[in-house]
Every structure is written in structure tokens, then in C-alpha cells.
């Protein structure tokens, strides 16, 4: 093999390993959250305010001392941006990350990151309405295996019992389409900023509006330790920080499709560390609703092929 083959595999694996490492943080992260909130008496508006803040200001300070620090100020100069930035945070970050984290209080990990995995399917839906076209065979088979899986899921193959309560299975479905606006929406300031500046701002715009509305340093109950305290510190540095700058860095090495493939570990890591560590129980009808889901995000993750005039 030539030496520039060699690099290119080498770029190549990195940039598997960055995806995989953050879909793997993202999904422990969730398990973390499980446990301050049912165990350690955190609240979701109080850890969701701690984690953006933070994690988007040492976002923010990365930038200034790297290549973007012109753009950490230079992006609200920019009146055509400012409006966006802000629906960004406010209805982007904060919408996928506040619902994601109800979701979990009222639920558990597992369930609430497979309902959010369910974003692609509500992509694919506004770009077929938005181009006036009926899905194709790919995309109709995706959505039957998200309904299928979703009712799966959340039934666990009774229609007369919900197997995860009401208020989590609708926090996880506002979620999701909080993820798919976040996936839509910030097109125009990516191309024109730096990704980290944009998720830096979008962080901290986010975090504000919730310690805005709700006040979160008035909570109480919340038992702190040196376990709590790690906990925290790993939702905020490991489960948001760094996931973040390694799946957004993964780019520059792999294709958006390698990415979006491999980033399924995330629901897959969240659903093993609840059953193993949470001793979350999962039916069997249950699992094969993950199952289908996970199929629905792989599905949607590959390339489209073009087929003549196959449609629902």
C-alpha cells in the first residue's frame, strides 16, 4: 500500500473512531442523567441550564484561541444571521436538548433516545412536502418501520398499556422534532460560520432562555456528593463537550453518511447501559421496536437511489 493510501485509511479509521466515541458519550450521558434525576434529586431545568452554559462557554473559549476566534463576535455582527442564530439556540439546541431530558425524567434513557432517533423520519417528511413529492420506496419503508417500531416501544406489544409512561412518550416525540429542526434549521449559518462557534452560541443562547423562564438556582433537594458531582461534571464535559467536538470534527475525515451510520451506537450504548446498569427491564416486543427503529435511522442514513415513479 502507498504511503498515501496508508494515510487515507488512517484519516479514515480516526474519523471512525471519533463518531463511535461520540455516539458513546452521548449515550452514556443519558444513563447519567437517569441517575441524577431519579436517585440524586436533579432537576431537568437545572441540568440542562449547568450543561449548556458551560459547555458552550468552554466552546466558546476553544474557538477564541483557535482558528474561529474572529467569528466567536463577528457572527452577530452579521444582521442577516443574528435572528437565526438566536431561533437556532432557543428553538434548535434548547428544543432538542430540554424535551430530550424530560424525557428521561418522565421515562428512562433508553426509551427517551430511541423516540428522539426518530428525527431522520421527520426530515425525510418536510423535504418530501417541501419539494411537493411522494416518498419513495426507501423512504416508505422507513416509515413503516418507525410506526411499527415506535408502537412497539412504547406498548410493548399491548394496545392496552403503555409500557413507559405518557408524559415521557410525548417529551421523546417533541424531542425528535426538535432534532430534525436542529438537523434543518442552521444550514445557512453553517455554511457561512465555523460549526463550533455556531453550537457554542447555540448553547448558551439555549441555556439562558431556560434560566430565564424558570430559575433553575432556586431548585433544591439535590444531593450532592462526590458521585453527583462526577456525574454532572460527565454529562457536561464527556456527554456534551467533547461528543460534540469529536462528531463535528469527524467530518473532516469521513462522509456525513459515514457519520450519520455510525452515530447509531449512541441509541444502541443507551439501551445496554439501562438494562445493565440501570436494570432498566426491556420486553421482548420492546427490543424488537428498538430494533425497528434503529433500522428506520439506518435506512434513512443511506445514500438515495433514484427509482422512476416508485412511491406510496
Known amino acids: 500500500m502507498s ?32 441517575k441524577l434525576f431519579q436517585e440524586e434529586g436533579f432537576t431537568t431545568e437545572w441540568l440542562v441550564v449547568v450543561r449548556m452554559l458551560t459547555a458552550g462557554v468552554l466552546l466558546l473559549g476553544l474557538s477564541a484561541f483557535g482558528a474561529g476566534r474572529e467569528q466567536v463576535l463577528g457572527v452577530w455582527k452579521d444582521s442577516g444571521m443574528r435572528v437565526r442564530l438566536i431561533v437556532y439556540g432557543v428553538f434548535g439546541i434548547l428544543g432538542a436538548q430540554y ?3 424530560a424525557a428521561i425524567e418522565a421515562g428512562n434513557a433508553a426509551a427517551a433516545t430511541l423516540l428522539q432517533y426518530l428525527a431522520p423520519l421527520f426530515v425525510m417528511v418536510f423535504q418530501a412536502w417541501r419539494v411537493s413529492r411522494m416518498p419513495d420506496g ?4 422507513a416509515v413503516v418501520t418507525a410506526l411499527v417500531g415506535t408502537f412497539l416501544l412504547v406498548t410493548n406489544g399491548s394496545v392496552h398499556d403503555l409500557s413507559i409512561p405518557t408524559q415521557a412518550l410525548l417529551w ?24 463550533s462557534v455556531i453550537l457554542g452560541w447555540g448553547l448558551v443562547i439555549g441555556g439562558v432562555a431556560v434560566a430565564l423562564a424558570d430559575r433553575p438556582w432556586n431548585a433544591s433537594g439535590m444531593h450532592w456528593s462526590w458521585v453527583s458531582v462526577s456525574y454532572v461534571a460527565f454529562v457536561i464535559l464527556f456527554g456534551t463537550l ?3 467536538y469529536l462528531y463535528l470534527d469527524s467530518l473532516r ?12 451506537i449512541e441509541p444502541l450504548v443507551s439501551v445496554l447501559a439501562s438494562v445493565l446498569w440501570l436494570k432498566v427491564p426491556l420486553g421482548f416486543w420492546e427490543a424488537v421496536g428498538a430494533a425497528c427503529i434503529l433500522i428506520t435511522v439506518t435506512i434513512l442514513s443511506l445514500p438515495a437511489k433514484r427509482v422512476e415513479n416508485e412511491a406510496c
Not at 172 to 195: C, E, K, M, Q
Request: with cysteine.
Open 99 to 101: 424535551t430530550y431530558f
Open 253 to 264: 475525515y469521513i462522509t456525513v453518511t459515514e457519520t450519520s451510520l455510525l452515530a447509531i
Open 138 to 141: 426507501r423512504e416508505c419503508t
Open 3 to 34: 504511503k498515501v493510501g496508508s494515510a487515507g485509511s488512517l484519516q479514515r479509521s480516526k474519523g471512525f473512531a471519533m463518531v463511535l466515541a461520540a455516539g458513546t458519550f452521548w449515550g452514556l450521558s443519558g444513563t447519567v442523567a437517569q
Open 242 to 244: 467533547i461528543a460534540f
Open 172 to 195: 421523546g416525540l417533541v424531542s425528535a422534532l426538535g432534532l430534525a429542526f436542529n438537523t434543518i434549521y442552521p444550514g445557512p449559518l453553517l455554511r457561512a460560520w465555523d460549526s
